[in-house]
Nanobody, 123 residues
Framework: QVQLVESGGGLVQAGGSLRLSCAAS????????MGWFRQAPGKEREFVAA???????YYADSVKGRFTMSRDNAKNTVFLQMNSLKPEDTAVYHC?????????????????WGQGTQVTVSS
């Protein structure tokens, strides 16, 4: 199985930036599509961003233009650069992996999940 470990969360003021990392174990990392999801207190888990293996990157409307997802296949790591952070971005952020290439915002197709990292944005 694929093991995912997120890092880089913390406390930041509104307008600031954070860079989240997700390190993956195992081989054939480049074959997996990767996603970022978040869950805020009192809210359901929501899609943030995804990178399709060998394909495109896409984002939720709420973060488009502010967040950028990237990956380094040689290091088995994906990143989420978060700029212009808002208090409503406060959540636990999880990375996830799936062996598929469909363009979807659902969490169900993802087979592997990290433990999450807390992002708190103060006003």
């Amino acid at each position: 199985q694929v093991q995912l470990v997120e890092s880089g969360g913390g406390l930041v003021q509104a307008g600031g930036s954070l860079r989240l990392s997700c390190a993956a174990s195992g081989r054939t990392f480049s074959s997996y599509s990767m996603g970022w999801f978040r869950q805020a207190p009192g809210k359901e888990r929501e899609f943030v961003a995804a990178m399709i293996s060998g394909g495109d990157t896409y984002y939720a409307d709420s973060v488009k233009g502010r967040f950028t997802m990237s990956r380094d296949n040689a290091k088995n790591t994906v990143f989420l650069q978060m700029n212009s952070l808002k208090p409503e971005d406060t959540a636990v952020y999880h990375c996830a992996a799936r062996l598929g290439r469909a363009r979807t915002t659902a969490s169900t197709p993802y087979d592997y999940w990290g433990q999450g990292t807390q992002v708190t944005v103060s006003s």
